[in-house]
């Protein structure tokens, strides 16, 4: 019943949205990124400079395996930028390294959200591995409060959700101001820029949907479940 009663219906939407996010970025990465930026720089060129011009000297770039695995570690102060990204220059390059530029930028401004999504992300990594655990034990035990703790664990995970949106679309805005204010993209090409970086975001929007939904799937199985 927990995975196949009609409370499913919940997620449809969510996963629709999910599923239309996926193709977005796929489409729109594949599209900009076969267009090259006329400066002509690599996206760890790119980098670089920017996080020259912002006084991060001692963040350093490396190159990471996989496609669009691009981010920035706060703990080591390491940006590490995919094949793609890292040799690449096209506009798509462009964006996605200036957008890992930006989550630095918040670090070493101590933006709030950035920093209360550190806080959570433990306890968000624990919820997201073992919530299922509980409740489906919980109701092979027709235990009630191990099923509570299953569902305060994934509380955790969408409220890591929700702080990642505010967090994503902020890295996004100081990309393309930092490629603008650097003359590191002509006029025409920003709103390209921008067109991936939106894509991405709603890569974002869609999971934190997801999880919502989720979230209220289990709230009404457990409502309408047994209890102790």
Known sequence: MLFYDPTFVLLIPAIIIAMYAQSKIKTTYNKYSKIGARRGYTGSQIARTLLDRNGLNEIDIELVRGNLT????????????????YN??????????????GHAIQHSKHYVPLQIRNLIAPVASIGAKFVWVFIILGFFM???NM???????????????????????????????QLDANNLLYAEEIPKAKKVLSAAALTYVAATLVAVAQLLRLLVITGYGRRD
């Open 70 to 85: 691009d981010h920035y570690d706060p703990r080591k102060k390491v940006l590490r930028l995919s094949n793609g990204i």
């Open 88 to 101: 690449g220059h096209s506009i798509a390059a462009y964006g996605i390294a200036a957008h890992e530029v």
């Open 142 to 144: 027709q235990n009630n």
């Open 147 to 177: 099923i509570q703790y299953g569902i305060l664990l994934y509380i955790g995970v969408v409220i890591f959700q929700v702080i990642t949106l505010p967090v994503e679309f902020n890295a996004s805005s100081r990309a393309i101001k």
